[in-house]
């Protein structure tokens, strides 16, 4: 499993949809297209909202972003995160 960071932001519809159960529908989305919701963060300044993901690969985070757009009105930049100690193994020998 490879871990995500998906930045949120809200349009102006999503705003009024805004509810525990919709976030419940979205976490059940994630598990849907095989990934787990590892955390998820309100946020102040540029993007509204992160969801720390696991997914299998980036075919299964595409669908998931796309799905999430269409039954939220939140729009997703994301980004592949790898640990400091990951990042270390692979620039050892550099």
Do not use: N, W
Request: aromatic residues 8%.
């Amino acid at each position: 499993m490879a871990t995500f960071l998906m930045f949120g932001k809200y349009s102006p519809e999503a705003y009024k949809e805004m509810s525990a159960e919709r976030t419940e529908k979205a976490k059940d989305l994630i598990v849907k297209h095989g990934g787990e919701l590892k955390a998820a963060y309100v946020l102040l300044g540029e993007k509204d909202v992160v969801l720390i993901v696991d997914f299998p690969g980036v075919e299964e985070v595409i669908k998931t972003s796309v799905a999430l757009v269409k039954m939220t009105g939140i729009s997703f930049a994301t980004s592949q995160a790898i640990t400091v100690e990951e990042f270390d193994k692979i620039c050892h020998d550099l």
